[in-house]
Each structure stands twice: as structure tokens, then as C-alpha cells.
């Protein structure tokens, strides 16, 4: 492709700022009419009134806000403020990893870097409000990682559940939705490109240092225990990107 050919004209490159700007707009309507998830949004007319623009416009907006997860588009019944979905968010950082491997896998490392940060610096927090009960189910959890792995079983399921109940007593949604993002991400760059076979004995060891950690209320030995986890899922990757 030519260098002519990549350059983004001036009146298209207003046009996107236009739209953003219009994108914009409409969230912020959303929210100076107190509108909350799975309430009705106004239809296209009425924002094409009160923003004065055309319906065509606002249909395009209206699309990019949809494919974001801010609203919904149900045929037949009209726009809503759409529910908590990360899968658009998923689905663009899955592909910017996966594209990242090709050049080292900076983009890949970085989000093992995020998700090392949050669930090794917020360990301490959820072994503060550890009830038995949360540790009943971590254990639970953790004998069938490792009934799975004696089976030759792989166990992604479980070791995702694992790592939500240890941050299950901060009663955070949002924490919980951006490790369950991380670890899809993770997830689809493992089985598009393959990381090789899995020693699943050892993986369900390591959740179990992490396990009795958790349980004896040791939070540095905790953050230490998740930390190495986390160093050896960055080095598996970066095996995969020296290929």
C-alpha cells in the first residue's frame, strides 16, 4: 500500500472527529436524563431533534456506540442502555496481542504486567475479609485442579473460578469483569498460537502454594506466590514470540 494511499484526508479526518464529538454527545444525554442500564433511549428522531443533526448521522453514531457495549439495538423494540459487556473490549485486546507477538509481544506482556498488578497488589485486601467460607470454596476449587491435572484433565475453567474466589470477598464487579477480560485474552493468544503442552500436575501445585498462602493470612507470601504465577505465564509468551 502506498504511503498516498494511507493518508487520511482532511475532510474525512473532520468527519471522525465530527462523529466522536456526536458519540460523545449522546453519552452525555444518557446520563443528563438519569437513564440507567435496560432503560429506553430516546428514539432516532428525538436525538436527531435535540442534537441537531440528521437521522443518518445519528444512526451511524448510534452503531459505533452499539459495537462499544454502550447501548443496545433491539429490532422491533427500540435502544436501550445497554448492560456491563467487555466483549468488544475483549475481542480488541485479544487481537492487539495476538498481532503484538509478531514484534516481541510488548502489547501481550503488558497485559500479564496489568493483571500481575491488580490481583498480586489487591491479595492483601481480599485476605482481610477472607471468611471461612471463602476458603471452603478456594479449596473446592483447587481439589478439583488437581484431581483434573492427576487425569491429564485441563482445567481453564477452574483455574479461572480459582482466581475470582480469591478476590471474591472485595464484592468488586469491575475487578472481577477486567480479570475475566484478561483472562479470555490470555486465553484466545494461548490456543491461536499454541504455547506447547501444559504441566498441569505442576500448575495445580502452584495454585495450591498460592491456596495455602491465602490461608495461613500470609498477604506478602501471597503477592510473592501469585507473582512468580504471573512471571511464568510472561515467559511462556515470550517463548512463543522468539519463534
Sequence with gaps: MSIESRVVSPARFSAQIRSHVLQTRIMDLILEQGLDVGDAMPTETE?????????????????????????????????????????????????????????RGEEAMELIDVRQALESGLIGSAIDLMTE?????????????????????????????????????????????LMDVFWKVYRQIHQALGTGPVDLPELARVHREIYEAVADKDKTLASERLQRHFDGIRQKLKDVAAR
Excluded: C, W
Excluded at 70 to 81: A, D, K, L, P, Y
Excluded at 87 to 94: C, E, I, Q
Design 47 to 103: 436525538l436527531s431533534a435535540v442534537l441537531g443533526v440528521g437521522r443518518n448521522t445519528v444512526r451511524e453514531s448510534l452503531k459505533v456506540l452499539q459495537a462499544l457495549g454502550v447501548i443496545e439495538i433491539r429490532h422491533g423494540f427500540g435502544m436501550f442502555v445497554a448492560p456491563n459487556n467487555f466483549s468488544a473490549l475483549t475481542d480488541g485486546l485479544a487481537f492487539r496481542g495476538r498481532l503484538s507477538l509478531r514484534h
Design 133 to 177: 467460607e471463602h476458603l471452603s470454596d478456594l479449596r473446592s476449587t483447587l481439589e478439583q485442579m488437581e484431581t483434573a491435572g492427576d487425569a491429564g484433565q485441563a482445567f481453564a475453567e477452574l483455574d479461572a473460578e480459582f482466581h475470582r474466589g480469591l478476590y471474591a470477598p472485595l464484592n468488586n464487579e469491575l475487578l472481577i469483569d
